[in-house]
C-alpha cells in the first residue's frame, strides 16, 4: 500500500520555525520528485515547495523562498520542509506530496493526509 505521513506540525508564535517530516511507504521515494502543498481554510491548495529526484533543483512558491527549505533523505525515504520566520498567513494543513516523474512540474499526483500548522500570538 503506498503512503506518505507527514509529522511535526504544530502550534507556534509568529517568527517561529517547525521542521516538516513525511515518510513514504509501499514505494521508493528517492526515485521521484516530492513536495509539499498547503491549504488554508477557505482557500484553494497551492504548492509550497519541490525537490527533484537527486535533490538538485528545488522549486518554491514566492512566499516560501527565503523562509522555508526543502530537503530529502533517500536512506531514509523521506521529505522535509523547514519552516521559518512563520507568519500567522502560514497557518495550513501542509501536505507531502509526489510527482510520478523524476522532475518538478507543478502537478502532483499523490498526497499525505496532512499535518497542521497554526501560527498565532
Known amino acids: 500500500q503506498l503512503q506518505l505521513v507527514e509529522s511535526g506540525g504544530g502550534s507556534v508564535q509568529p517568527g517561529e520555525s517547525l521542521i516538516l517530516s513525511c515518510a513514504a511507504s509501499g514505494f521508493t521515494l528517492s526515485n521521484y520528485a516530492g513536495g509539499w502543498v498547503r491549504q488554508a481554510p477557505g482557500k484553494e491548495r497551492e504548492g509550497v515547495a519541490c525537490?527533484?529526484?537527486?535533490?538538485?533543483?528545488?522549486n518554491y512558491a514566492d512566499f516560501a523562498e527565503d523562509r522555508f527549505t526543502i530537503s530529502r533523505d533517500d536512506a531514509k525515504n523521506t521529505v522535509s520542509l523547514q519552516l521559518n520566520s512563520l507568519k500567522p498567513e502560514d497557518a495550513a494543513i501542509y501536505y507531502c506530496?509526489?510527482?510520478?516523474?523524476?522532475?518538478?512540474?507543478?502537478?502532483?499526483?499523490?498526497w499525505g493526509q496532512g499535518t497542521q500548522v497554526s501560527v498565532s500570538s
Open positions: 506530496a509526489v510527482e510520478w516523474g523524476s522532475d518538478c512540474t507543478g502537478e502532483f499526483n499523490f
Open positions: 525537490i527533484n529526484r537527486g535533490g538538485n533543483d528545488v
